[in-house]
């Protein structure tokens, strides 16, 4: 065989092995566009993802490949971010680019409650007018305002606030304020408890009839806890009577569907018969008192706002007589 033969034999080979790796590199590219195009049209069962936070089924609902559309709802019980509702029921069979709507709880805004407590009821109604949220302006309205005598205050001091300080709030809603005064008209209303005007506490919330109560020195209990699908009323003080010295209460009450960040809780113990009782919230050392007696105790009803994780403990006669950790099933 010629060299030039020769030659042309391995130039032939070598055109060959390019054909073929060239033809491989092109069958390689083809399946995986194939792989990538099957996949953006896959078939899926839908999940349920209602109830768990957007931003943890992300990624997974980008890797089923759906199109999808958020609508925001909010409802104060619920903490942000979480889904309500999603169009596509779970177990349904769903394909690449099919449509998902999935409803979120979330608002334009969510407002920080400050502490107005120490501060004079002037400046609390001017600051809630005008209250600076990434640089937008919000407000709050005045609610209810009652009033305790107080000497050792300032008249017109804000000793209590509903929702209270670090709360969560939405624009445009109440918060509720006690008042000290040294109004004679109010000395002799304290001074005989049982001509207290009851009647400008209902629909109080609880926490501020029973910092009112408290500070006055009065005896008083919950004698009744009325169940609502209200949340707009939960907490609130719906009736009052003055009975064997001590006054009792009807509260309002909303069970929720889960313990969030911030919400009311109802606690009914039979703890009797105890005297000289109180209840306190407590976290890391601090120490809030939501309710006083020293009168007869049989069973204890409360209503009492949380925000957070908090501690309750009972005490009577200075022993702790009952206490639960409550904890949000869900973070803030």
């Not at 060299?3 to 054909?19: D, N, P, Q, T």
């Amino acid at each position: 065989m010629t060299e030039a033969k020769k030659e042309s034999i391995k130039l032939i080979v070598r055109y060959g092995l390019l054909f073929v790796i060239a033809a491989a590199l092109f069958l390689l590219m083809a399946l995986t566009v194939f792989a990538l195009r099957t996949e953006s049209a896959g078939v899926w069962t839908m999940p349920n993802v209602s109830g768990s936070y957007y931003i943890d089924v992300h990624n997974e609902l980008s890797r089923m490949n759906l199109r999808v559309e958020i609508d925001r709802e909010y409802f104060p019980d619920r903490p942000q971010g979480i889904i309500l509702t999603q169009s596509v029921l779970p177990g349904e069979v769903v394909r690449g680019r099919d449509k998902l709507v999935l409803t979120v709880n979330s608002y334009k805004a969510i407002l920080d409650v400050p502490d107005f407590k120490g501060t004079p009821l002037t400046a609390a109604l001017s600051s809630i007018k005008q209250m600076v949220q990434e640089d937008q302006v919000f407000s709050l309205q005045p609610g209810i305002v009652s009033y305790v005598y107080d000497e050792s205050m300032a008249d017109g001091t804000v000793i209590d606030q509903f929702p209270p300080a670090n709360a969560r709030a939405m624009p445009d809603s109440t918060i509720d304020f006690l008042v000290s005064s040294r109004k004679d008209e109010v000395k002799r209303a304290f001074a005989n408890r049982s001509s207290i005007n009851v009647e400008q506490l209902k629909n109080v919330r609880i926490d501020v009839v029973s910092s009112l109560f408290m500070k006055a020195g009065v005896d008083y209990q919950i004698v009744k806890i009325n169940e609502t699908n209200d949340e707009a009323k939960s907490g609130q003080v719906s009736n009052i009577e003055y009975k064997n010295n001590q006054f009792e209460l009807t509260v309002d009450y909303r069970k929720p569907t889960k313990r969030f960040f911030e919400g009311f809780e109802s606690i009914t113990k039979d703890i009797g018969p105890s005297q000289n009782c109180e209840a306190v919230l407590m976290n890391d050392g601090d120490e809030r008192l939501i309710w006083k007696s020293s009168g007869m105790v049989e069973e204890l009803k409360l209503v009492f706002f949380r925000v957070g994780e908090r501690q309750l403990q009972v005490r009577c006669g200075g022993d702790i007589v009952y206490k639960k950790n409550l904890r949000p099933d869900f973070p803030g």
